[in-house]
């Protein structure tokens, strides 16, 4: 099915670093959303992106929603250990068709070293 | 804030037998609810769009008759795996949408294992 591509798959830094992951898309979003996935649970909703050109922050994580909206990116400044996991995207579509379903990207998994 | 819980959170079958995992939003009501299946180190994939009062969407390659989905009240939603088997065995995450805001809230997910 439908698939973002979401880079890079897997990233492995120091403590106190910036860390940058995005995603791209053949088609155009309504919604970019960005989740944080723990091992064993469930994604958590980290920031929600709702227009074109929008740059949204929570805390120390910063996205934006491409001018395109077939597109977004992610920023974690200063990561702790506790970032550690795996990060989603994923595009949201509402229509006549669509219901408000959500595709995800690959996933970035993120290992922080102390 | 928005709570969505499902049960159980693990389940271990042997195969044939079927299994039924529930969805319920706790403090919202959510007029549509989606199942995720998810492998292990790869992304959560769309299966199904529960719709409260009427018939699930199945997205393609799903098979509607082994995954029965019902949708019975503004709350809850049920996942059933009908004759399981050692391939079925994954991870299944549901998602309820928030009728008032249409945002989508997670599930913690449910382990099945099958022998």
């Known amino acids: 099915g439908q698939q973002l591509n979401q880079s890079p798959q897997s990233m492995f830094i120091q403590e106190g670093e910036d860390v940058s992951m995005n995603c791209t898309s053949s088609?155009?979003?309504?919604?970019w959303l960005w989740y944080k996935q723990d091992p064993g649970e469930g994604p958590v909703l980290l920031i929600a992106?709702?227009?074109?050109?929008e740059l949204t922050s929570n805390g120390r994580l910063t996205a934006q929603f491409g001018i395109t909206r077939k597109d977004s990116f992610l920023n974690i400044s200063a990561s702790i250990p506790s970032d550690v996991g795996i990060y989603f995207c994923?595009?949201?579509?509402?229509?006549?068709?669509?219901?408000?379903?959500?595709?995800f990207g690959q996933g970035t998994t993120l290992q922080v070293k102390p | 804030g928005a709570v969505v819980s499902q049960h159980p959170s693990w389940v271990i079958c042997k195969s044939g037998t079927s299994v039924k995992i529930e969805c319920r939003s706790l403090?919202?009501?959510?007029?549509?609810m989606f199942w995720y299946r998810q492998f292990p180190k790869q992304s959560l994939m769309l299966m199904a769009t529960?719709?409260?009062?009427?018939?699930?969407?199945?997205e393609q390659g799903v098979e509607k008759d082994k995954f029965l989905i019902n949708h019975a009240s503004l709350t809850l939603s049920t996942l059933t795996v009908t004759s399981a088997h050692p391939e079925d065995s994954s991870f299944y995450i549901c998602?309820?949408?928030?009728?008032?805001?249409?945002?989508?809230?997670f599930g913690p997910g449910t382990r099945l294992t099958v022998l």
């Open positions: 998602s309820a949408r928030d009728s008032r805001d249409f945002r989508q809230y």
């Open positions: 088609s155009i979003f309504n919604t």
């Open positions: 992106l709702y227009k074109a050109g």
């Open positions: 994923a595009g949201q579509l509402y229509g006549s068709s669509n219901t408000g379903k959500l595709i």
């Open positions: 403090d919202f009501q959510a007029t549509t």
């Open positions: 529960s719709n409260e009062g009427s018939k699930a969407t199945y």
